[in-house]
């Protein structure tokens, strides 16, 4: 076993002298937690609403009253009905609610054969307008619940706060680049400069070498793995409903699986090359299209959907969500975790078949 | 464990798709031998080391190192050899110290239990040892190469062309050094498209195109197949070059450097040769017999493939 | 000498306190075939820059082709030719391929080319070898048409860095026949090697220690010099001198 040590030492040496690489590696959680928590964001920051209300009943200041006190809404002032687009195109607000003029009476009845209140948004940010539609709808069904033949509620996330649903999506991602591309490119980088053939020449089982690569980059995963989860919890207040513990435990078993992963496209792979655009191309596309990240799974054609079932990110998001964002106990996770598992192990035990000790 | 040769190669034949690299080689080493594999770029030297450190197996043919067949007893022949492949194969970005202690530690071995195997070339590049390998001159990186493939003191060492691009200071220095080791019953297989470095080896194999073309001494190859050669030198060497191949009874003209290199026949007169090149104008030529030497052979040899 | 092609004076090149060229000062003639020695690290690939045009020196001046090498380096580029080991042709090209290409690069006319191609294919045998790729030919005919290529634009001087590595006793030798052939066209020849058999080729030679020309003659007037029996002992005796590596 002395050798293992002095294996992964030679390997840490490495990703210690290339600090450029290291930094970015290190950084990227960072980057891409402020990015698409604040930055990009589809989230409810702030909604401009004018109204149009032709009769300011009681009922209706009422409802104005509520939207303005809302600190996510910013009550514009009253416009006549022929200023709707003009504001809107504007820019002094983002939406119009439009009060009917009999607005009361169609409050006051059972079962509304129209509208009460009409929600004019400027849909050029779809997201945007999607989300802020939606909570919009919800304060004023709020302000008068029978005011809505539909109740709706979120639950959750009730400011749609785009970063919970980026943070598990973010984490399947940067664990798949540093495990599977650096761990790919580290192993084909000696395979590309001819130290590969001295290894095969001695009498270490290649196999050793290889796990001995896998450590380092294994502790630095777990290095952004607590980045992301401290900044989760406290730069962007992710309630972390669930159990840390459940959290961590799937964030491991995930990094193995992406460094088998890893394992096996440096298998495959001759050039440095080859192993980054097959990680890019094989695995990040996949995941940021298919895992749900961006995309809902569900709204994806059939076959999109079923080429999803092979992405392990797809698996990993969907149980870092349940347990972050829905605070759902690691027994809800079960079958996530279960074929996250057998992935692993198919990756590994086709890895080891794969790899060979000698050149061809 | 006592084998009697170091190598024992018979009838290894590889080929790469529709291309044959190595043809029914055969040839051997003997125990505390430096062996040469002389030949140019896709002669099969690559090929042949890689069959023999096991990092291929062979279409035909079988080979031994130290008594071991190299398909089926792979993993003890691992132990026992030691190979310098010919692209520089150490960490460019570890130190010189920090590299020898991996591969040392790849050998299950301390630095210090074979220190006194390297010594003589370690010492050199000592001062260096904390500077990183991909910093070193071309020499001290062959050198600090050599170190590494030397640390567990294998019985077998394997040098595919380490004096490749090296200048000639270094290369003169390198085979000194493997003389050295020779002295220390290390047997040695090196290959070299340097032809001027045969002399240094106790046998050499001529190697072409995956074809063995001799095996032998230098001077047993050069005596069984060298032939009357005459050198040729004055004047407009381009212009003599071109006459010379007029000349009666020569069968081959190439420039060597600083003369040509004739190749003749037996009815070849020296004398009339010299009256008909002063006919043509060459006032001062020199031509004179010479001795054949390994790269005479190898033209002769290539040419009657 | 008739007329000089080449000619520096004091050429140094720093890189920081680190004079890799070390004032250099020397003529190359018209169609001389000029062997320029040194060990791994003495200054040769830098002072070979420096005189392609791709390196501006530190200070001293020279004037390649006619060009000063100080200013006129593009110019420089379009009237030398240029080979190395590493690169010359694309692999993944055919011959007939990588010759147009040359010859679109420096420029040459559509007949020019045709002429000139048809001459290069007689000169070194090529039949059935114009349209394979240049990746499937043996070694010894890559080497020795990189070397034409090189020389397809009529250029003063051809460069060429160590152009024989690896390649076996008998290509070589038509190697130095191809040189000796457009040396004996006008062309001047400017080669470095590390076989120091093909030093003896030369009509002159010079041999870099630590960024400096430590000797500089023909071949036979080094050997009487230094009472060395070859040009590899001439080599050796000066390189031993060295104090730096690389």
Not at chain 2, 107 to 124: E, K, T, W
Request: hydrophobic share 45%.
């Amino acid at each position: 076993m002395g050798n293992f040590g002095s294996f992964v030492k030679k390997e840490t040496l490495h990703i210690l002298r290339d600090r450029r690489t290291m930094l970015v590696v290190l950084l990227i959680p960072v980057v891409l937690m402020t990015l698409f928590g604040f930055a990009i964001s589809t989230e409810i920051n702030n909604i401009d609403v004018a109204v149009v209300a032709p009769h300011r009943t009681e009922s209706v200041r009422q409802a104005v009253e509520r939207m303005a006190s809302n600190p996510y809404c910013t009550f514009k002032g009253y416009i006549p009905s022929d200023e709707i687009d003009r504001v809107l195109r504007r820019g002094e607000a983002a939406a119009v609610a439009v009060f009917a003029a009999d607005y009361d009476r169609i409050a006051a009845m059972q079962a509304p054969a129209e509208p009460a209140v009409q929600l004019i948004f400027d849909a050029s940010n779809t997201n945007t307008a999607m989300s802020g539609a939606a909570y919009l709808q919800s304060i004023l069904t709020g302000a008068s619940a029978q005011a809505s033949p539909v109740e709706m509620r979120l639950l959750y996330n009730p400011q749609m706060r785009s970063a919970y649903n980026f943070v598990p999506g973010i984490m399947g991602m940067i664990f798949i680049l540093i495990c599977a591309l650096m761990t790919s490119v580290s192993i084909v980088r000696e395979k590309e400069n001819g130290t590969m053939e001295v290894l095969l020449v001695s009498p270490v089982r290649p196999m050793r070498i290889v796990l001995a690569k896998l450590v380092p980059y294994f502790m630095l995963s777990c290095i952004n793995l607590a980045t992301i989860l401290l900044l989760a919890a406290y730069a962007l207040d992710v309630p972390l409903s669930g159990s840390a513990g459940a959290i961590i435990a799937v964030s491991l078993l995930y990094l193995v699986l992406a460094l088998a992963l890893g394992l096996l496209i440096s298998t495959i792979a001759e050039k440095q090359i080859v192993a980054l655009i097959i990680s890019a191309m094989l695995l990040m596309m996949p995941i940021v299209m298919l895992s749900g990240m961006l995309f809902p799974v569900e709204n994806m054609p059939a076959v999109l959907q079923a080429i999803s079932y092979i992405v392990p990110a797809r698996w990993y998001i969907e149980a870092i969500r349940k347990l972050m964002i829905e605070g759902l106990p690691f027994a809800a996770v079960w079958r996530e975790v279960l074929i996250l598992l057998a992935m692993t192990v198919v990756f590994i035990v086709v890895s080891v078949k794969k790899f060979n000790d000698k050149l061809e | 464990m006592n084998a009697r040769y170091a190598i024992e190669i018979d009838g290894l034949t590889k080929r790469y798709g529709g291309m044959t690299a190595l043809d029914r080689v055969s040839f051997r080493v003997e125990r505390g031998e430096l062996f040469g594999l002389i030949g140019p770029d896709g002669a099969g030297k690559t090929t042949l080391f890689r069959l023999l450190t096991t990092l291929m197996n062979p279409d035909e043919g079988t080979a031994a190192v130290d008594g071991l067949d190299c398909v089926a007893a792979y993993r003890q022949i691992r132990s026992r050899v030691g190979y310098m492949p010919g692209r520089f194969s150490l960490y460019a970005d570890l130190s010189v110290e920090e590299n020898l202690a991996f591969f040392a530690a790849l050998f299950g071995v301390r630095v210090v239990d074979n220190y006194d195997l390297i010594a003589p070339i370690y010492r050199q590049i000592e001062p260096f040892r904390t500077r990183r390998a991909g910093k070193l001159s071309g020499g001290m990186k062959q050198k600090l190469a050599l170190c590494c493939a030397l640390i567990h003191r294998p019985s077998v060492l394997f040098l595919d062309e380490p004096t490749t691009g090296v200048d000639a200071v270094s290369r003169s220095e390198f085979w000194d050094m493997l003389a050295e080791l020779k002295a220390k019953e290390i047997s040695i297989l090196v290959s070299t498209p340097y032809m001027d470095e045969a002399d240094r080896c106790d046998r050499i194999a001529l190697i072409n195109e995956g074809h063995l073309l001799a095996v032998d001494s230098p001077r047993g190859i050069v005596s069984a197949y060298g032939e009357r050669i005459y050198t040729l030198s004055g004047g407009d060497m381009y212009a003599l070059l071109l006459a010379a191949r007029r000349l009666p009874h020569v069968r081959r003209c190439c420039p060597f450097g600083a003369a040509h290199h004739l190749s003749v026949d037996a009815d070849f007169d020296a004398a009339a040769c010299r009256r008909q090149l002063a006919d043509e104008g060459f006032a001062d030529v020199a031509l004179q017999p010479a001795e054949s030497g390994i790269e005479d052979v190898f033209i002769k040899l290539m040419n009657h493939e | 000498m008739n007329e000089t092609v080449i000619s520096v004076r004091n050429l140094t090149k720093c890189f920081g306190n680190f004079r890799a060229v070390d004032g250099i000062t020397f003529d190359v003639g018209r169609g001389e075939i000029f062997g320029f020695l040194g060990a791994n690290g003495a200054g040769k690939t830098t002072a070979m820059r420096m005189l392609c045009g791709l390196s501006c020196p530190t200070s001293g001046s020279g004037t390649v082709a006619g060009f000063d090498v100080l200013r006129e380096g593009e110019r420089i580029k379009r009237h030398i030719g240029y080979m190395s080991q590493r690169f010359s042709l694309y692999d993944d090209l055919t011959v007939l391929e990588n010759i147009r290409l040359y010859a679109g690069i420096y420029g040459l006319s559509h007949r020019q080319t045709l002429r000139r191609t048809a001459e290069l294919f007689a000169r070194l045998d090529f039949r059935k070898e114009r349209n394979q790729l240049v990746g499937a030919l043996p070694l010894g005919y890559k080497q020795k048409l990189a070397f034409s290529v090189a020389t397809l634009h009529s250029p003063e001087i051809v460069f060429l860095d160590e152009p024989t590595g690896g390649v076996d006793p008998l290509t070589r030798r038509q190697f130095w026949e191809l040189i000796y052939e457009t040396a004996a066209a006008g062309t001047t020849v400017f080669v470095t090697t590390h076989y120091m058999d093909e030093a003896e080729y030369c009509s002159r030679v010079s041999v870099m220690v630590d960024g400096q020309i430590r000797a500089l003659d023909t071949p036979a007037a080094l050997k009487s010099r230094f009472r060395a029996e070859s040009m590899d002992e001439v080599f050796r005796l000066l390189a031993r001198e060295a104090k730096r590596g690389d």
